[in-house]
């Protein structure tokens, strides 16, 4: 199993709770804003810790409340793809590509920066700054940081809903090539049905 | 140029060169606390917040007399931290480093809240996003956090420079107005006025106070504009 996570966490008044077990490709988390969508996946990433529970990826287990195994962010080999891109305002676009390539064990680099530029089109943008790009092209940018960072996995939150109609479909082919010729398993979140169903080999519902 | 009666005198200079010093000296002294205590107000959340924050502020209100006898307990020839100085080889007391530590410590309000400011305006989901990237806390802090901050750390440094530059209530109280040692420039005005015929000194160095001041405020305007203004002093 690619994934598996079981997690709970209680904040404030809500309650959230996921459990489910996900195989490669792109899992869809699917369900209404406000589900705790996007908390499963900091909990995924160890942004946020959760009351209780496990996640393990490609058989590592990350966290484990029961174990006390909780596994720094940093040390996660997560690639994480937010709604509005966090690019670094205060470095280029190949500074930001770069940011995690440096930071990388040598051994974890399994994609190299041209390859990555030439794969998501990038070469036209190196110089820029992140507020010189359109939300497209900060996507892309975005995807490929997480890339090169030598991420294992890649967790997608909304990654198209900034974006209008033609930049969707672009990011959306984006996507799926990562999915088809990189095969890193991907955990995707979501509340459009269309896209989700597009994308998706398999939907988690959130409820 | 040879001392002609509108030209800055060598005394002067040396007015000049001694509030430069001081306000530079208290400026580099104060950064690393406030820059600390900026950190703790901003992020920390830990019991008697409040209270720091109060006590950070309270050269901001209390009249600087006030702060002067404070200071003058303290580090005083009789006072803890005073006898702790000497005998480290650096006293205070009637010299220079009492000048630099009295606008030192109301300097430190300006630059906390400054840095404060720029601390809080640094984007927390831009911190998470390095560490999912692979970069330590340190390394977030180093990477992302202090350059994202970093106008508004200058902005502070730079009004701290500027309110050390007008220093006058607590300096006079706690090293007195000594020339050469303790007489910066609003305690040189100051003795100026107390002499008759002296109205050309004064205006000479009030003149200069207002040159150095205005430069050093639109130098911190400056660097907000460029962090984006979130905290402009104007």
Redesign the interface.
Known sequence: MSFEVDVRLTRGASRIAARFDAGSGITALFGRSGAGKTSVLDMI???VRPDEGRIAVDGRVLFDAAEGIDV?????G???V?Q?Y?L???MSVEGNLR??WR??APDARWIGFEQVVEFLGLGALLARRPRQLSGGEAQRVAIG??LL??ARFLLMDEPLSSLDAPRREEIMRVIERVRDELALPILYVSHDRREVERLAGQIVEMD | MVSAPNSISPEEWGIIWLSLKVSAAAMVATLPVAFALAWALARGRFFGRVLLDGLVHLPLVLPPVVTGWLLLIVFGGTGVAGRWLAAMGMPVMFRWTGAALAASVMALPLMVRAIRLSLESVDRRLEAAARTLGASRGRVFATITLPLALPGVLAGMVLGFARSLGEFGATITFVSNIPGETQTLPLAIYAALQVPGQEGIVTRLALISVGLSLVALVASEVLTRRMGGRSHVL
């Open positions: 990433a160890g942004l720094r962010p940093e040390a996660r997560c690639g994480y937010f509005d966090r670094f305002p205060h940011y995690g930071l990388a940081r997480a960072s030598g």
